[in-house]
């Protein structure tokens, strides 16, 4: 079946305190992005990557950071987390960059940071 | 930079009437033009997609219209169910930028 699991679906955290967000993907495909959702403010992209090892910045980059080392996986990571980033996170991929292709969403992790 | 707007945030219908969401956009017309569904704390689903040079594509009850020159597009749910209650997100792929851009959502209900 073919899908994109994201790690963990909840989580609660402490001010500083480093975390990372799993993603992977079974489709082989070749772009991924994270989002986080607010309320009012919609789906906004944090980092996406065109392939392996080809990272850039969405709309709102700061406080992330990402890794693309296989095509498969795609991990999220907050070094330094602010209550500020407290908000539901998704991974998506899909084929190629293009917006004929389809974007396959992860179920979603809410994170808290407290 | 591109605003995108969806019509009220939330849409209230009855059973087996047809619901009609609204995206509307600001500045340069997007390439692609697609449309998804999410249900409470689930990721979006993708639902349908329009191409700029399309006018209107269709899948079973669902269609959606691609107008440029309104900068507009219109995503309608025929003989809608309550099954259909769900936040539905217009998302704009645009020549320029790496980006898709997701319209807030409407947030539609249909009533039994």
């Known amino acids: 079946e073919a899908q994109v699991t994201q790690n963990p679906r909840y989580l609660i955290t402490v001010t500083g305190k480093k975390l990372t967000v799993t993603c992977s993907q079974n489709?082989?495909?070749?772009?991924m992005s994270w989002y986080r959702q607010d309320p009012g403010l919609g789906l906004r992209q944090i980092y996406y990557?065109?392939?392996?090892?080809?990272?850039d910045k969405g709309d709102v980059p700061e406080g992330y950071k990402v890794s693309r080392k296989e095509k498969r996986n795609f991990p999220l990571i907050l070094e330094s987390p602010s209550p500020n980033q407290t908000s539901l996170y998704f991974c998506?991929?899909?084929?190629?960059?293009?917006?004929?292709?389809?974007?396959?969403f992860g179920a979603g992790t809410r994170l808290s940071v407290l | 930079s591109q605003k995108i707007e969806q019509n009220s945030e939330a849409l209230n219908i009855q059973e087996g009437k047809t619901a009609t969401l609204t995206c509307n956009y600001t500045?340069?017309?997007?390439?692609?033009l697609q449309w998804y569904r999410q249900d409470p704390g689930r990721g979006p689903v993708f639902l349908l997609l329009?191409?700029?040079?399309?006018k209107e594509k269709r899948k079973e009850r669902l269609k959606v219209t691609f107008d440029t020159t309104l900068k507009q597009s219109l995503f309608h749910i025929t003989a809608s169910q309550p099954a259909d209650s769900a936040t539905y997100l217009c998302?704009?792929?645009?020549?320029?930028?790496?980006?898709?851009?997701f319209g807030p959502g409407t947030r539609l209900s249909v009533l039994p």
């Open positions: 998506a991929s899909s084929l190629s960059r293009s917006g004929k292709n389809i974007q396959y």
């Open positions: 500045n340069y017309s997007p390439a692609y």
């Open positions: 489709m082989n495909h070749e772009y």
């Open positions: 990557s065109m392939n392996v090892e080809v990272t």
């Open positions: 329009i191409r700029e040079n399309e």
């Open positions: 998302a704009l792929d645009f020549y320029y930028g790496q980006n898709f851009v």
